[in-house]
């Protein structure tokens, strides 16, 4: 066990930034602009989220804008995870090292995909937990409020974890062939990055269609992605039996997704 806690705290020094940040400058400035950027990001999450939340404050259903950061920071996630699980899975700088110890090739994969969900972890924060803060500014909460968000940031990545997994292997197989081998996760980026200026400049109309279309929002989501309905469902009504399964669900694919 204590070889185990070796091999990931020193995995986790390698390829863990969020930003892709390359300069020549060492100390403190360096590890500085990251922690900038991600303050940066989160204000606009909160500016997002609180223009989200008056908006479906009007129609009594501030939860659904809750419903809405989930769905697209999970797809914002899986664009993301799809691009990195590359470098952190499939392509290391480590397999010759890794490979040459007396360990199992599973072992090792295990660890690289607790590396890459630890790394969603911290990702899918900086979107959500601004929301999750702004929504206790419009809604009074109870402490369970906060238990099933924390819950919820450690929860809530396996499924993107899991298809970024899946998506990345087909991907990385395909590019494999070709000499660009960046060239589909360029393409993925670029879909990705016209998508959120599209919503930018789109931004004031579409949040009037979305509180005119609450309920039927929520209940779509919902449908197409039981996370992010289950868990503004127990934010809004807490239940045991709604909470198990929840947990459950999750645990369950994530074994999977190791096993396969």
Known sequence: MGKMFSLLRASLTDNMSIFNIKTKKQGASKKLL??????????????????????????????????????????FTIVEGIYKSSSLLFNCKDDNLMFSLPLRKGTVLGLRIFKFYLFEVVYNALFLAPAMFTYTQHVSVDASYYFICLLALVVLPVIPVALSCVIGMIISAISARFKKKNFIQIIVTTVFLLAVM????????????????????NDLISKLYYPAGAFTGLITDFKVNDLVFFIAIHVVLSAAIVFL
């Open 34 to 75: 990251p922690s900038v950027l991600a303050a940066v990001i989160a204000f606009y999450m909160w500016v997002y989220a609180n223009m989200l939340m008056d908006e479906f404050d009007k129609v009594g259903m501030t939860f659904v804008a809750l419903t809405l950061f989930v769905f697209v920071t999970t797809l």
């Open 198 to 217: 599209y919503v930018a400049f789109n931004l004031e109309t579409l949040l009037g269609k979305l509180a005119e279309h609450a309920t039927s929002i």
